[in-house]
């Protein structure tokens, strides 16, 4: 083996691991672009869970409502369901 084998396999080398960092699969500008996505995906996943949380609030607002309307209307109005029975009881 030649003396200056050696040096120019290593350079060699050298090169091509710099390619693989600046150019490859997992390069240095790739994974750039990927963190700036993963910023931008949990932006979007927090404004989504931001707008669950309202949804989620307005049915239980509407379901709550409708039970209070419901309680009302049955101590008040006397209202009955179908296939139910009403039975007052007097103090």
């Given amino acids: 083996m030649s003396p200056r084998l050696v040096p120019v396999l290593l350079i060699a ?12 699969r997992g390069s240095v500008p790739s994974v750039a672009g990927m963190q700036q996505k993963l910023l931008a995906q949990k932006s979007a996943n927090q404004q989504a869970a931001l707008s669950n949380g309202r949804l989620a609030s307005e049915v239980s607002d509407l379901r709550e409502g ?6 009302k209307a049955r101590m008040e109005l006397g209202m009955v369901k179908p296939n139910e029975i009403y039975v007052q009881l007097s103090k």
């Fill in 13 to 24: 080398l050298l090169l091509a691991l710099q390619g693989q960092l600046w150019f490859g």
């Fill in 66 to 71: 409708l039970e209070m309307v419901e309680e």
